[in-house]
């Protein structure tokens, strides 16, 4: 329920054209890509897209991560079904973290 909440806001601000920080984790910039031309109407939207650069802090964090292979080389030699045990939990939207009342959130 607050992350839906965090991604109705998000996406709000985003659709106001205004790019979105969460210290800590990085920053959302909704960008377009167009044509060129003289006008905004010559030109036309080709799409909408959503940039993502993360914080610092998640930059390091990310590159200091040892990632086990053994797990992708399972796959692979299993024909990439991802059937090879293991088990988990695969679902992107689960976790936690983040301090209790502290959005962390900002507006750019």
């Known amino acids: 329920m607050i992350l839906t909440s965090i991604q109705d806001s998000i996406l709000k601000w985003m659709?106001?054209?205004?790019?979105?920080?969460?210290?800590?984790?990085?920053?959302?910039?909704?960008?377009?890509k167009s044509d060129t031309g003289e006008t905004a109407e010559e030109a036309g939207v080709k799409r909408i897209v959503i940039r993502f650069i993360p914080s610092r802090t998640l930059s390091a964090k990310t590159n200091a991560i040892n990632i086990d292979t053994t797990r992708f080389e399972?796959?692979?030699?299993?024909g990439g079904s991802g059937d090879a045990g293991g088990g988990g939990n695969t679902d992107p939207g689960s976790g936690g973290g983040g301090k209790p009342g502290s959005s962390g959130t900002e507006i750019v």
């Open 15 to 32: 659709e106001e054209g205004h790019g979105v920080r969460l210290e800590g984790f990085g920053t959302f910039l909704p960008m377009i």
């Open 74 to 78: 399972e796959i692979a030699s299993d």
